[in-house]
């Protein structure tokens, strides 16, 4: 098996695009709310509320982000596609999958 690197390097860009955007869109939600905190504390609790939950999507989002660029190093320097544990070749429909594994079937489980 021979994994196309070109595909999987455009594959891993898209993703990166696609998380930095969503991140914008986040950060941007959390600085200007589409709706104003009014007097009704219950309402300032369920705005707090969607707050956490956009500091956790964005938190997720750029942990997502840190693996493509990783990814992305490993294709510039050679060990893209190598498990971490055993250095075997990572199984093609899990790079597929998820373009910036570092770990094989055997040993992600």
């Known amino acids: ?3 196309d690197l070109d595909r999987a390097k455009q594959s891993l860009l898209t993703l990166k695009e696609e998380y930095e955007t ?3 869109k986040i950060e941007d939600h959390i600085q200007n709310p589409q709706d104003d905190l009014n007097e009704h504390w219950e309402d300032q609790a ?3 509320r969607q707050n956490d939950m956009r500091q956790s999507l964005k938190e997720e989002t ?10 992305l190093s490993r294709i510039e320097n050679g060990t893209y596609g190598e498990c971490e544990v055993c250095g075997e070749q990572i199984e ?3 790079l597929e999958a998820l373009p910036y594994a570092t770990l094989c079937m055997d040993h992600a489980a």
């Not at 750029?62 to 493509?68: D, P, S």
């Open 46 to 48: 369920i705005s707090y």
């Open 1 to 3: 098996m021979s994994i």
């Open 62 to 71: 750029r942990q997502n982000l840190i693996y493509v660029e990783n990814a």
């Open 22 to 24: 969503r991140i914008d």
């Open 92 to 94: 093609e429909q899990r």
